[in-house]
């Protein structure tokens, strides 16, 4: 066993002298904060350039959110590939020196098409009407898959074709790189859209306790800090991990409360042909309707109240918070591993104190794989809606089959009379 340690140790020691020296990032802070921050320590300049830019961002990110859905789309489509570009540009100047062919451009050929097959996908499933009435996007929904299938087809025949003497494992390696980023990035993305259609209440609620557990582990860390919590974060402590995550479950049910009381942020995201305007306007769910609670026993002697008034989704909200103080975090730390393997701070300096957006968001990809299972497994059922859409797409004939079939049915269920028969 000893034997095996060592040999383990001497090859992780190979690995870190096979990675080159990357050039730090340069500091972005604008000048004006420099001059006004000069007098304060490192320490306290970084906090307040952190607090200033997270102010900064928050309000950015309101306004958006006062813009409408489609914004929000933009602005989950923009982040995926600035991720995917700090991420891809890591690999590209760590083995920049091997020059190989053609890698930037099949990695953002690549990029494309992920994009076009997810896109498609969401297309095909919330804008069938649309499509319906232009003949050009039928054919282009009819065949996306393989069109779709022969896009990245074209670029594995190029990467083969590109495929040089002595720097084949190199380039595999870089293969597998521009795959897992993809991976990461867009088909995380692609999710926090679907969480998006069914009701910007799943967007928002998710993404705000991720922010909400980042500021305040991160307050709770810098005041009262003093047991590290895992060595890929020396800054992170069981502080700041536990007083994060109280407060980010006591945000997450008030803002829960505050969100369900209006149809702009409960309602699914449907887009409508006529106005050519995504509209959210329904008879909200049982979810978003005021429901009467027996408090438990143990609470009733503390609160002195024996049952409560509450939103049900308030109580998904636990689940929602508990999820992004307790999980959420190792998406950061998994970065954190990342960039320790490759001896960089950050993955880019695009946000002075923070880092790059990807140092931002390494969180949130978790969060949103997670919203959309938790979705599926617990909150959606069968939707008339999109189905009568797809209904909707098919021949008259089809239609016609689809309506025998449902009507014989009903009448063998006792749903429809026999007199309705004929």
């Known amino acids: 066993e000893v034997d095996l340690e060592e040999r383990l140790h001497e090859l992780d020691l190979r690995s870190d002298l096979d990675v080159p020296d990357v050039p730090p990032p340069t500091d972005s802070t604008p000048e004006i904060l420099k001059r006004a921050l000069s007098g304060l320590s490192a320490r306290w300049k970084n906090w307040w350039i952190r607090g200033i830019l997270s ?3 928050i309000s950015g990110f309101f306004l958006i959110i006062y813009l409408g859905s489609f914004m929000l789309m933009l602005l989950v489509l923009s982040i995926q590939v600035k991720c995917y570009h700090e991420i891809i540009t890591i690999g590209y100047r760590v083995y920049h020196s091997y020059d190989l062919p053609w890698f930037r451009s099949l990695s953002w050929y690549f990029l494309l098409c992920v994009n076009y097959f997810f896109y498609g996908e969401t297309v095909a499933d919330y804008f069938a009407t649309f499509v319906q009435r232009r003949e050009q996007l039928q054919f282009l929904i009819r065949y996306h898959r393989f069109i779709s299938f022969a896009l990245y087809l074209t670029g594995f025949c190029m990467f083969v074709l590109s495929l040089v003497k002595k720097h084949y494992r190199l380039q595999f390696y870089m293969f597998a790189w521009t795959h897992v980023t993809l991976l990461i990035t867009v088909t995380q993305s692609h999710l926090v859209i679907q969480n998006l259609f069914e009701g910007m209440i799943w967007f928002l609620v998710p993404i705000s306790s991720v922010i909400c557990n980042d500021i305040t582990a991160y307050i709770f860390g810098f005041f009262f800090g003093r047991t590290p919590l895992i060595k890929l974060s020396p800054k992170k402590t069981w502080e700041g991990f536990i007083g ?12 829960s409360y505050f969100l369900a009381q209006h149809q702009y942020f409960v309602c699914p995201v449907e887009y409508n042909s006529e106005t050519n305007r995504f509209v959210t306007e329904c008879e909200p769910s049982e979810l978003f309707q005021m429901k009467k609670y027996s408090v438990p026993p143990l609470l009733q002697a503390v609160l002195g109240w024996e049952t409560v008034n509450m939103y049900p989704f308030q109580m998904h909200s ?9 999980i959420g975090p190792f998406g950061g730390f998994f970065a954190s591993g990342f960039k320790r393997a490759f ?6 300096d695009t946000i002075p104190g923070h880092g790059g957006i990807m140092d931002r968001f390494d969180c949130q990809y978790l969060m949103a794989t997670f919203v959309h299972v938790y979705i599926t497994s617990f909150i959606r059922g069968p939707n008339p809606s999109k189905l009568l859409k797809q209904l909707l797409i098919l021949q008259p004939e089809q239609q016609l089959s689809v309506y025998k079939t449902l009507k014989s049915y009903l009448v063998e269920k006792g749903i429809l009379q026999p007199s309705l028969r004929g």
Do not use: Y
């Open 244 to 255: 994060g995550f109280f407060s980010t479950v006591v945000f997450g049910f008030i803002f």
């Open 55 to 57: 102010l900064a961002m």
């Open 343 to 348: 001896k960089i701070k950050d993955f880019a």
């Open 318 to 326: 636990f689940a929602l918070s508990t999820f992004a103080s307790l």
